[in-house]
């Protein structure tokens, strides 16, 4: 009888609520999901790409190939890859996670990072989240990087580690440093939790953000997993800028 009615329930949520698309809002058969209007309009990263940082490449120049930036200076991570181009349309699917009720949209989201980390993810042992920015600390109350590891560790069976980063305590203002004292506050920034000493060693790990930018924030967080004992870290996000080539 319960049953029977938890179910008369959910057909009337369903009735009530439809699933709506995530980019537009218009009604959709499936939730979690995008119109056919929508979905041509979103810049989904595929191959070719540059082997460590996923850059996307205009041609194909073989499964090895790195982008200019890589060859140049290899990053601290193994690869890196993104579901999505920063971009108007994925900074609109980026934003709303920030009122915290979108929890359809951290399943979806979830489900093309698994897609676009495929390679990543059959090799790793953990997934973790970059720790929430100090400057975020005091305007936001959850960090969505931790709802796209989770929803990605649910799609996989992976094990979400979620306190495996902690921000170190903050001694100050970045106001009134130079470009170079910022650059080494960020690098410091972050340890392993005290928890998971001596359970990271030889562990490979997916590290999870929104946005890859700049990179300088997951390479000090690589820089603190490797301290811990992590053997390899790739980095998976929902979205990554991509600056014109060179
Ligand atoms: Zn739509
Ligand atoms: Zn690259």
């Not at 041609?59 to 601290?76: Q, V």
């Not at 980095?235 to 990554?240: E, F, G």
Request: glycine share 6%; proline share 5%; net charge positive.
């Amino acid at each position: 009888m319960l049953a029977r009615s938890a179910a008369v329930a959910r057909r009337l949520v369903d009735i009530v609520l439809p699933p709506l698309c995530l980019g537009c809002g218009e009604i959709v058969a499936t939730p979690g999901t995008l119109c056919v209007a929508c979905w041509p309009a979103y810049s989904f990263i595929a191959a070719p790409h540059c082997a460590c940082c996923g850059t996307p490449f205009a041609e194909d120049l073989g499964e090895e190939a790195l982008c200019g930036s890589c060859l140049a200076r290899r990053p601290r991570f193994r690869r890196a890859r993104a579901a999505l181009i920063y971009d108007d349309k994925s900074r609109r699917l980026v934003l709303p996670f920030k009122h915290g009720d979108r929890t359809d949209m951290a399943r979806a989201c979830g489900a093309w990072m698994a897609r676009a980390g495929a390679d990543l993810l059959a090799e790793a042992e953990l997934v973790a989240p970059v720790p929430l920015h100090w400057r975020r600390l005091f305007t936001r109350r959850y960090n969505q990087a931790l709802l796209l590891a989770r929803s990605v560790s649910r799609q996989t069976s992976l094990v979400l580690a979620p306190d495996l980063l902690r921000r170190r305590r903050w001694t100050g203002s970045q106001a009134g440093l130079a470009a170079k004292e910022r650059r080494s506050n960020v690098r410091e920034a972050f340890e392993v939790h005290p928890r998971w000493a001596g359970g990271l060693k030889g562990k490979t790990v997916v590290l999870v953000d929104d946005v890859l930018t700049t990179g300088a924030t997951v390479e000090a967080c690589v820089r603190a997993l490797k301290r811990g004992g992590a053997a390899h870290v790739d980095v998976l996000t929902l979205a990554r800028v991509v600056r014109p080539a060179l």
